[in-house]
C-alpha cells in the first residue's frame, strides 16, 4: 500500500507542467547569467577627455580676457615693456612639437611589443619637455631682469597668466610621464596592456598642441 502512494505521488509530480513545478528549495530557478556588454569607451580615456574638455575651457577663458585687452588697447605692447624673445621661443615651439611625434612614438612601440624602443621614446620625450622648460625659465628670468613682472602691466600679468599656467600643465604632464617611464622600465606595458600610457601621451599631445596658440597670440600678434 506505501508503495502504490508512492507511485501515486510520482504519477502527480509528472502532470504538473514544467513551469509550474517548484523549483531548488520551493523557489523559482535561478535566472541564467546575463553577458554584460562591455562599454563603448574605457573609464579611463572617459575621464581623460572630460579632463582635456575642462582645461580647453579654462584656457579658452584667460584667452579670450588676453583679446579683449589687445583689442582695447591702442600700443601693444605698452611702451617702455621689454619684447618678447620671439626667435628663441620660436625653436622652443619646435622642440616641443618634437616631443608629440616621440610621445606618439612610444604608443606605438607598446603596441607593437618593443620595448627598448618604447622606454627610448619616453625618454626622449622627457628630455624635450624639460629642455622646453628651461628655455622657458630662462627667458623668463630675463624678462623679469628687465622689467617684465605680473604688476608691471596688464601686459605683464597676462602674459605671465597665460605662459605660467601652461608651463605648470607641461610641469604636470612631464612628472605624469616620468612615472610611466618608470613603469615600462618594469615591463608594465605590452601589446595587450598600454591603456595608461596611451592616456598620458593623450594628454601630453594636448598641452603640446596648446602651445603653437599660446605663442600665436601672445609673441607673434
Not at 579658452?60 to 619684447?83: D, E, K, M, T
Not at 618604447?118 to 624639460?130: D, E, F, K, Q, S
Not at 630662462?138 to 622689467?147: D, N, P, Q, V
Amino acid at each position: 500500500m506505501a508503495q502504490s502512494a508512492k507511485v501515486r505521488r510520482l504519477n502527480a509530480a509528472e502532470s504538473v507542467p514544467a513551469r509550474e513545478r517548484p523549483g531548488f528549495g520551493g523557489a523559482e530557478p535561478p535566472v541564467p547569467p546575463v553577458r554584460r556588454t562591455p562599454p563603448a569607451i574605457e573609464n579611463a580615456r572617459l575621464a581623460i577627455m572630460m579632463l582635456i574638455g575642462a582645461e580647453a575651457m579654462f584656457f579658452a577663458g584667460l584667452i579670450g580676457a588676453f583679446i579683449v585687452f589687445r583689442v582695447g588697447s591702442p600700443v601693444w605692447p605698452p611702451p617702455f615693456q621689454p619684447r618678447l624673445p620671439v626667435g628663441v621661443t620660436g625653436v622652443n615651439t619646435i622642440i616641443l612639437l618634437a616631443s608629440a611625434f616621440t610621445v606618439r612614438r612610444s604608443v606605438s612601440a607598446a603596441r607593437s611589443g618593443d620595448g627598448a624602443r618604447l622606454r627610448r621614446a619616453l625618454v626622449l620625450t622627457a628630455v624635450l619637455g624639460g629642455t622646453f622648460l628651461a628655455v622657458q625659465g630662462y627667458e623668463w628670468a630675463r624678462l623679469i631682469h628687465f622689467g617684465l613682472t605680473v604688476s608691471s602691466s596688464v601686459y605683464g600679468g597676462l602674459f605671465y597668466t597665460l605662459i605660467g599656467f601652461h608651463a605648470a600643465h607641461v610641469v604636470a604632464a612631464l612628472v605624469w610621464l616620468l612615472v610611466v617611464l618608470g613603469l615600462a622600465r618594469r615591463g608594465r606595458f605590452s601589446r595587450e596592456r598600454h591603456t595608461g600610457l596611451a592616456i598620458c601621451a593623450t594628454y601630453w599631445i594636448f598641452v603640446v598642441a596648446l602651445w603653437p596658440v599660446l605663442y600665436g597670440l601672445i609673441y607673434l600678434l
